[in-house]
């Protein structure tokens, strides 16, 4: 009895041996890394870290029609302190803040209201979709010496239409980026 268990696991290793013989290479590729590392990273200029923008008092009926905006108003972020050449832009965060269409949730109640935020140029930024290529078609360079002043604007804007009186409110995350 004991020569025949013997003898089984005997030949088991050695099915177990030329399975693994018969067995399919191991797939081996290259994991490509890069990066950059900067002089100086800039710093937010005193108030512009936690900012607050007061879009004027409209009438309703301006954001009546599907996908309206009105009330625009623009806001600056001021940084400093940036190496000679570093291009800076504001990268917004998509959270439980920002819609499935790019834009701010408002927290009060203004019923079928949002707020959209634009660059410099007053294109509209979809903050899902704000990628490192659309930051840095908005950055700008900084010289080393004046501060870098980031231009935004943010809007009302309903993008049902009809939208209903009453307060707004929105929060947008950012971080400063750099190229």
Request: hydrophobic content about 40%; overall charge negative; charged content about 15%.
């Amino acid at each position: 009895m004991k020569k025949q268990l013997l003898a089984a696991v005997a030949v088991l290793a050695g099915a177990g041996v030329s399975m693994g013989i018969n067995a399919a290479p191991p797939q081996t590729g290259v994991i490509n890394i890069t990066g950059k590392v900067t002089e100086t990273s800039c710093v937010l200029e005193s108030g512009s870290t936690n900012l607050d923008v007061h879009l004027p008092t409209v009438d309703k009926t301006l954001l009546a029609a599907p996908q309206s905006s009105t009330g625009r108003t623009g806001f600056t972020m001021k940084v400093n302190s940036c190496a000679d050449g570093i291009k800076v832009s504001t990268a917004f965060t998509p959270d439980s803040n920002v819609d499935s269409y790019g834009n701010l949730k408002n927290t009060a109640d203004a019923d079928k209201v949002q707020v959209q935020l634009l660059d410099q140029n007053q294109n509209v930024i979809n903050i899902n979709t704000d990628d490192a290529l659309s930051q840095r078609a908005r950055a700008i360079t900084a010289d080393g010496i004046t501060p870098v002043t980031l231009q935004y604007f943010a809007q009302y804007y309903s993008q049902e239409g009809s939208a209903g009186s009453g307060d707004v409110a929105a929060m947008a995350n950012f971080q400063l980026t750099y190229e």
